[in-house]
């Protein structure tokens, strides 16, 4: 396993962390535990949750493993989780990034969890009701209390995201050391604003769905609907998501070449690497600029183990060349167009 910096600060983490959605809801108990057996036997450190995930039921699965373990795992295991947001079950005042709410969830995630403590704390989503002074007191306070140890942020806009650093240093607050956003082969759009401001500030970036929610397995062909094991077809016969959302998922890159030649690309460097397209992908993601964490999402030990592979793949420059010109999302017009991008690439020879 590869180890880098949590974002901007001095804490080492594997650089493939472990997500945790499907925790308590299409993985069951039984097979969570062999999940996370095999994330801790492999050197993984960081895993991911959020007091969102199946309703809390992750966080609890994860603080039940914790007990099991011996003193030297549980000191060693590095715990993320989220609040603020996407709570299904949340009531008026039991949503956004108040102090009130975030109070709440907190506890109960410590609660959950069995700690006192959890290395990094993000706010899951961008709350445009509560001000930013509020949420960042609130942070800060908790990491005085000792109840967070990094504070990091999720889902937020490049604006959003230079908002929250800009206060926090202004205002004299802990500010975030990470960001959380989706980014993957076929997720690019985050490097035009986002990504540039996560490095410009420092933070370390989590990339969440880097497979894009599996299509880029291999698993699909073009112009098939989904169908069999693989996520797409998993997700709508167990209702996890409305059938009309994942079939427009699904199309929205079905219905681009680009797509189709991202998989060719991958599939010929995995076939001559003898490893899989998904390996391949994901070790892509881990050689981006400020990269900190590919959260893998595992539904079972297999899956996880067969993205594992990642880790010991390293991509020649030639190969990343190959996958990141196939794969540009190629913005027409200013300021993300070719002119616009020469404009900023000024350097002094």
């Not at 993320?80 to 949340?90: E, L």
């Not at 995630?109 to 007191?137: F, I, K, M």
């Not at 956003?181 to 035009?192: D, F, G, H, K």
């Amino acid at each position: 396993m590869k180890y880098v910096p949590l974002g901007a600060s001095g804490l080492a983490t594997s650089v493939y962390a472990l997500g945790t959605a499907t925790f308590g809801g299409s993985t069951e108990e039984a097979e969570t535990i062999r999940v996370l057996d095999a994330f801790a036997d492999a050197g993984g450190l960081l895993i991911d949750t959020a007091d969102a995930y199946c309703d809390g039921r992750s966080e609890e699965l994860i603080g039940r493993w914790l007990r099991t373990q011996t003193a030297q795992v549980r000191d060693r295991m590095l715990l993320s989780t989220k609040g603020g947001g996407f709570t299904t079950t949340a009531g008026r005042n039991q949503w956004g990034n108040t102090r009130h709410n975030l109070t709440r969830a907190l506890e109960a995630s410590l609660r959950n969890l069995g700690v006192d403590c959890v290395t990094l704390y993000q706010a899951h989503t961008w709350d445009p009701v509560t001000p930013q002074e509020e949420t960042l007191r609130f942070l800060d306070d908790a990491v005085r209390a000792g109840k967070i140890r990094y504070v990091g942020i999720s889902n937020y806009t490049g604006w959003q995201l230079q908002k929250a650093v800009g206060l926090a240093g202004s205002l004299g607050l802990t500010g975030p050391v990470t960001f959380q956003a989706q980014y993957s082969l076929l997720c690019r759009e985050i490097e035009w604003e986002i990504v540039p401001a996560g490095l410009a500030n420092g933070l370390g970036l989590l990339a969440w769905s880097p497979l894009s929610g599996g299509l880029l397995s291999g698993k699909y062909a073009p112009h098939a609907a989904p169908d069999g094991p693989a996520r797409f077809a998993d997700q709508r016969e167990r209702g996890k998501m409305h059938d009309a959302y994942v079939n427009a998922l699904y199309r929205s890159h079905a219905a681009r070449d680009r797509t189709w030649q991202v998989l060719k690309v991958l599939g010929e460097i995995a076939a001559a690497r003898e490893v899989t397209p998904a390996a391949v992908a994901l070790a892509w993601v881990a050689a981006r600029p400020g990269v900190s964490g590919v959260v893998l999402g595992a539904r079972n030990a297999r899956q996880l183990s067969d993205n594992l592979r990642a880790r010991w793949v390293t991509l020649e420059d030639d190969e990343i060349a190959r996958l990141t010109e196939a794969s540009d999302p190629r913005p027409a017009g200013y300021p993300y167009g070719p002119f616009g991008a020469m404009q900023r690439s000024r350097t002094i020879d």
